[in-house]
């Protein structure tokens, strides 16, 4: 059974395709057609089924958040047309699970964006698909025992003969039956290494099950990736008999500690264990299955050789301190001793407002908008208290803040439609950081939002040459003057399949626009090409605006 990727997309198309039976309003606009035209190779594909998905701030589609969806089949001769669409962004995308999109790099968001405008009908969005290969293989022990429900992973080579960037753990992931036989399909033709078990070098903190876990082994029985078997993948073939005598289980280690407050020394009860995997490019994130005890003890058990980093965390709730770290190495045996400190923190709390308006619905918006705190010295957020939604009545609190110069700003994601920060305010006047002091209490803080109803509709034109397959285009907006690498952008979303691209609920001013363009590159030397420009947005219309993505190719970052 396939695990995670192939099945946020499942779950996403179930989560929203009931919402395509609801009637449409007139404020929905949805007059817009997308139709074209799915094929294997040649060949018209019938009975494929092409999803239409109202897309979120970003070009993200999350599922279960409501997005308008409507769907079509293909024909006998693969066409498709979907109609009654709403007007804005919306992601395309054609569900084949044995077929592949040639230069297909995002799974969790696949498709094409399709920027439309009302009343728009967008034709020849096609899609090309290819049959996708197969792997199929049986897992043993190193007694010739059948594993059972045991991860089993298909890493894709790059043209240098290494891992792909996209071919890690979280990918291509999938687990064997009750015979201990996996069957991976729809893979895209290539090269491959095939895998089974756990290995902390790809960044996996795993909890070991009764007598350890299996350590990671390649086809046929090599631990070492050097000294692993190619399997060759082609369009429509079937590996087969591609066995895996995996290692014998390993003993998961242990790591236990104390967390204590950093000032008195006392034990510090009932946080949890946050810990990740530090070595070299690994990220990963685990937690403990218990708070600290009441002499603020915590045991963290199956843990893999690796180097950690291990903080606390208040689960739910307000707290008002933040965690240090501490590092440590797993090598051949239990871990003991750790010891983590809490220490006060400062916070932060005032109202937020939309500068202008009184219209309760747009007020209520708010209480949707995630707040955070970025600290200057510490990118990373050890507390899930230091960041926080705005209260229903407009009132926010964010404690357990690290001290230091920090800045207060907004998530992009799942920002309501029409409202953005405009600026933060103390005592009259505008701040754009924050000074914190260990046990201070800054009151009196308000956010200035504002809501508009104008938008940017725009075009990129590439020249010096063609995108590769699977290249994505991103525009980002800030504010003039604002420095893209202190905060978010205001918003951003993705360039469609036209060249096109839609920014909905800005107010009046001057912006900068920055579009981008990346996709996979394998030796990642090469620096992404980019292109800005300054617009201005007056009242509430529509601005149309023309960019030049100069994609010619470029010095290498490490010749330079």
Same mark, same amino acid.
Request: hydrophobic fraction near 35%.
């Given at each position: 059974?396939?695990?995670?990727?192939?099945?946020?997309?499942?779950?996403?198309?179930?989560?929203?395709?009931?919402?395509?039976?609801?009637?449409?309003?007139?404020?929905?606009?949805?007059?817009?057609?997308?139709?074209?035209?799915?094929?294997?190779?040649?060949?018209?594909?019938?009975?494929?089924?092409?999803?239409?998905?109202?897309?979120?701030?970003?070009?993200?589609?999350?599922?279960?958040?409501?997005?308008?969806?409507?769907?079509?089949?293909?024909?006998?001769?693969?066409?498709?047309?979907?109609?009654?669409?709403?007007?804005?962004?919306?992601?395309?995308?054609?569900?084949?699970?044995?077929?592949?999109?040639?230069?297909?790099?995002?799974?969790?968001?696949?498709?094409?964006?399709?920027?439309?405008?009302?009343?728009?009908?967008?034709?020849?969005?096609?899609?090309?698909?290819?049959?996708?290969?197969?792997?199929?293989?049986?897992?043993?022990?190193?007694?010739?025992?059948?594993?059972?429900?045991?991860?089993?992973?298909?890493?894709?080579?790059?043209?240098?003969?290494?891992?792909?960037?996209?071919?890690?753990?979280?990918?291509?992931?999938?687990?064997?039956?009750?015979?201990?036989?996996?069957?991976?399909?729809?893979?895209?033709?290539?090269?491959?290494?095939?895998?089974?078990?756990?290995?902390?070098?790809?960044? $996996?903190?795993?909890?070991?099950?009764?007598?350890?876990?299996?350590?990671?082994?390649?086809?046929?029985?090599?631990?070492?990736?050097?000294?692993?078997?190619?399997?060759?993948?082609?369009?429509?073939?079937?590996?087969?008999?591609?066995?895996?005598?995996?290692?014998?289980?390993?003993?998961?280690?242990?790591?236990?500690?104390?967390?204590?407050?950093?000032?008195?020394?006392?034990?510090?009860?009932?946080?949890?264990?946050?810990?990740?995997?530090?070595?070299?490019?690994?990220?990963?994130?685990?937690?403990?299955?218990?708070?600290?005890?009441?002499?603020?003890?915590?045991?963290?058990?199956?843990?893999?050789?690796?180097?950690?980093?291990?903080?606390?965390?208040?689960?739910?709730?307000?707290?008002?301190?933040?965690?240090?770290?501490?590092?440590?190495?797993?090598?051949?045996?239990?871990?003991?001793?750790?010891?983590?400190?809490?220490?006060?923190?400062?916070?932060?709390?005032?109202?937020?407002?939309?500068?202008?308006?009184?219209?309760?619905?747009?007020?209520?918006?708010?209480?949707?908008?995630?707040?955070?705190?970025?600290?200057?010295?510490?990118?990373?957020?050890? $507390?899930?208290?230091?960041?926080?939604?705005?209260?229903?009545?407009?009132?926010?609190?964010?404690?357990?803040?690290?001290?230091?110069?920090?800045?207060?700003?907004?998530?992009?994601?799942? $920002?309501?439609?029409?409202?953005?920060?405009?600026?933060?305010?103390?005592?009259?006047?505008?701040?754009?950081?924050?000074?914190?002091?260990?046990?201070?209490?800054?009151?009196?803080?308000?956010?200035?939002?504002?809501?508009?109803?104008?938008?940017?509709?725009?075009?990129?034109?590439?020249?010096?040459?063609?995108?590769?397959?699977?290249?994505?285009?991103?525009?980002?907006?800030?504010?003039?003057?604002?420095?893209?690498?202190?905060?978010?952008?205001?918003?951003?979303?993705?360039?469609?399949?036209?060249?096109?691209?839609?920014?909905?609920?800005?107010?009046?001013?001057?912006?900068?626009?920055?579009?981008?363009?990346?996709?996979?590159?394998?030796?990642?030397?090469?620096?992404?090409?980019?292109?800005?420009?300054?617009? $201005?947005?007056?009242?509430?219309?529509?601005?149309?605006?023309?960019?030049?993505?100069?994609?010619?190719?470029?010095?290498?970052?490490?010749?330079?």
């Amino acid at each position: 059974m396939r695990t995670a990727l192939k099945l946020v997309w499942v779950i996403l198309v179930l989560s929203v395709i009931p919402i395509a039976t609801q009637a449409q309003t007139a404020a929905n606009k949805a007059t817009g057609v997308i139709a074209g035209r799915v094929t294997v190779g040649t060949d018209g594909a019938p009975g494929i089924e092409v999803i239409a998905v109202k897309q979120e701030t970003g070009g993200m589609v999350i599922a279960g958040s409501g997005a308008q969806t409507c769907t079509a089949t293909t024909d006998a001769e693969g066409r498709y047309r979907i109609t009654n669409l709403p007007a804005g962004s919306l992601r395309v995308s054609a569900y084949a699970p044995a077929h592949v999109t040639p230069g297909e790099r995002n799974s969790f968001n696949p498709g094409k964006t399709v920027n439309l405008a009302e009343g728009e009908t967008a034709e020849s969005v096609d899609f090309t698909m290819t049959r996708g290969g197969v792997v199929t293989g049986k897992v043993t022990d190193e007694d010739g025992r059948l594993v059972i429900e045991e991860q089993v992973t298909a890493h894709k080579l790059d043209q240098n003969g290494k891992r792909a960037a996209n071919s890690g753990p979280s990918f291509s992931q999938w687990q064997t039956d009750d015979r201990g036989v996996y069957r991976i399909y729809g893979l895209e033709p290539g090269r491959y290494l095939i895998s089974a078990g756990a290995s902390s070098d790809d960044g $996996m903190v795993r909890v070991g099950r009764a007598g350890g876990t299996y350590r990671r082994t390649f086809h046929t029985e090599a631990a070492e990736e050097e000294r692993a078997k190619i399997i060759e993948v082609t369009a429509g073939g079937e590996a087969e008999s591609i066995d895996i005598k995996i290692a014998r289980a390993s003993k998961g280690y242990a790591a236990s500690g104390r967390v204590i407050d950093g000032d008195t020394d006392k034990p510090v009860v009932g946080v949890m264990i946050g810990y990740g995997i530090t070595k070299g490019n690994s990220s990963s994130f685990g937690m403990g299955n218990a708070g600290t005890n009441s002499r603020g003890e915590f045991r963290l058990e199956g843990l893999s050789p690796n180097t950690y980093n291990a903080y606390a965390m208040m689960i739910g709730g307000e707290s008002d301190s933040y965690s240090d770290s501490v590092k440590f190495d797993v090598a051949n045996g239990d871990i003991s001793g750790l010891e983590i400190k809490m220490y006060r923190g400062a916070s932060t709390s005032g109202t937020a407002i939309v500068e202008g308006v009184k219209d309760p619905a747009i007020l209520a918006t708010l209480s949707k908008v995630r707040l955070q705190v970025q600290n200057s010295g510490n990118s990373t957020t050890m $507390m899930g208290s230091n960041g926080g939604q705005i209260t229903p009545g407009g009132t926010f609190k964010l404690g357990g803040l690290r001290p230091g110069k920090s800045r207060l700003s907004v998530n992009t994601f799942n $920002m309501p439609k029409g409202v953005s920060l405009l600026r933060i305010e103390r005592d009259g006047a505008e701040v754009k950081e924050f000074e914190l002091v260990a046990g201070e209490a800054i009151t009196g803080v308000r956010l200035i939002f504002a809501y508009g109803n104008a938008s940017i509709a725009g075009r990129v034109e590439v020249k010096g040459g063609t995108l590769p397959p699977g290249a994505r285009m991103t525009v980002y907006i800030h504010h003039e003057g604002d420095d893209p690498q202190k905060g978010p952008p205001l918003k951003f979303a993705e360039v469609g399949s036209r060249g096109q691209f839609l920014l909905e609920g800005l107010t009046a001013g001057n912006y900068k626009l920055t579009v981008s363009a990346y996709w996979a590159d394998p030796d990642r030397s090469r620096k992404m090409p980019r292109a800005e420009q300054i617009v $201005m947005v007056a009242g509430e219309g529509r601005q149309e605006v023309s960019m030049i993505l100069d994609i010619t190719p470029q010095q290498k970052e490490n010749d330079k």
